[in-house]
């Protein structure tokens, strides 16, 4: 079931692992928070919620809408529809451990993407962001004297 507050919205899917010879179901959940409006968030976890040892995976909200219609991303993250006229999308994901081929669908991805455009329009990202508090922090030094040493 998906979740939406003013502050984010979540999905619960289910990927598919290619494996060599067969797929293995996947359950995740994407997940966009207002605070960070350029991110999405891939977790990978049972019943889409991610555990305390869960994994989650960052990935541009700009390259999950360009991958819904041509193959897009470069190094670590790369996505892409299938040739056919299906509801395949295909992702990929490299790390320093392995890379790995999921299958997703395409109109669970594309509605996701919507939702988050009622949140934050595409190219108003930089207003959401809460920048002056942000700024401030970082030239205190998280609250800290930036004199003191």
């Known amino acids: 079931m998906a979740h939406r507050s003013p502050s984010g919205y979540s999905v619960p899917t289910t990927l598919h692992l290619v ?3 067969s797929w293995t179901e996947v359950p995740a959940a994407l997940s966009y928070a207002v605070r960070d409006p350029f991110a999405v968030r891939i ?4 019943g889409g919620e991610v555990a305390a040892d ?12 360009a991958g ?3 193959p897009a991303g470069d190094g670590d993250v790369r ?5 056919t006229t299906g509801d395949v999308l295909y992702l990929h994901l490299r790390a320093p451990s392995g890379e790995a081929l999921f299958e997703l669908s395409r109109a669970t991805v594309a509605a996701f993407l919507q939702r988050t455009e009622e949140l934050v329009p595409s ?7 809460d920048v002056d508090d942000a ?4 030239l205190s030094g998280g609250g800290a004297d930036p004199g003191a040493r």
């Open 19 to 21: 494996g060599p010879t």
């Open 43 to 46: 977790g990978f976890g049972e």
């Open 54 to 65: 869960g994994i989650t995976w960052l990935v541009g909200r700009e390259l999950l809408a």
């Open 68 to 70: 819904l219609e041509r």
């Open 79 to 83: 996505i892409w529809p299938a040739r």
């Open 123 to 129: 190219g108003q990202e930089t207003a959401a962001l």
């Open 135 to 138: 700024l401030a922090a970082l």
